[in-house]
Structure formats: structure tokens, C-alpha cells
């Protein structure tokens, strides 16, 4: 089993940037694919981003793609999403999670098998 662990939300002026941070611990098979949701009030989680166990592929919603990016250092066992021109729609809790195996860049909410507790990310107009 993995553990997960977010850092780094807040609050951001719309056109701000936030770089968001997942530690992992446990099982960390750095072949696995990781990736983020969110989830805003009201609504499903959302898929966000992802990224391989290597890093060399990576996958972006259409509503993120070209503003965030997703990375990740495997000798730390930290994935990061930096989040730039973050507008109000961006508001919602953030999640890492970890990727099923078989499913090496997840592209939905369900090829993930573990999520972390999530963090919380506020964007004024």
C-alpha cells in the first residue's frame, strides 16, 4: 500500500500560480503511473493530470492543458503539479493519486488505486 501525502495549496489571486506536492511512502514502485484529481463543491472528481513512472509521458485534462504541469522525481518519491493563470474555475480540493498497474499514464478517476487525503486550492476573482 502506498501512502500519499499533499502539500502546498492555498489561496491565489486569479492569474496566480501554485506548485502543489505529493509524497509518497509505502509502496513507492516508481513504474507506477501517478497522477491528480480534483474535486470542486458540488460536483465528481475530475481528472487533472498524470504522468508515467519514468516521466517521459505525461496527460492533461483539456481544461488544464497548457497552464499546469505535471512532474515528478522518483529518487525523492515526489510528483508535483505546478498550476500557473489559475482562474476560479481551478477551486477544488487537489488529489495525488497512484495509478493502477496496467494503466501506465491514467487517463480517468478510475485507473487510480490509492489517493491521498487532498489539499485544498482557492482561486479569487
Known amino acids: 500500500q502506498v501512502q500519499l501525502v499533499e502539500t502546498g495549496g492555498g489561496l491565489v489571486q486569479a492569474g496566480g500560480s501554485l506548485r502543489l506536492s505529493c509524497a509518497a511512502s509505502?509502496?513507492?514502485?516508481?513504474?507506477?503511473?501517478m497522477g491528480w484529481i480534483r474535486q470542486a463543491p458540488g460536483k465528481e472528481r475530475e481528472f487533472v493530470a498524470s504522468i508515467s513512472g519514468g516521466g517521459i509521458s505525461t496527460y492533461y485534462s483539456d481544461s488544464v492543458k497548457g497552464r499546469f504541469t505535471i512532474s515528478r522525481d522518483n529518487a525523492k518519491n515526489t510528483v508535483y503539479l505546478q498550476m500557473n493563470s489559475l482562474n476560479p474555475e481551478d477551486t477544488a480540493v487537489y488529489y495525488c493519486?497512484?495509478?493502477?498497474?496496467?494503466?501506465?499514464?491514467?487517463?480517468?478517476?478510475?485507473?487510480?488505486?490509492?489517493w491521498g487525503q487532498g489539499t485544498q486550492v482557492t482561486v479569487s476573482s
Open positions: 509505502g509502496r513507492t514502485d516508481s513504474y507506477y503511473g
Open positions: 493519486a497512484a495509478g493502477r498497474a496496467g494503466s501506465p499514464t491514467p487517463r480517468t478517476v478510475t485507473e487510480f488505486r490509492s
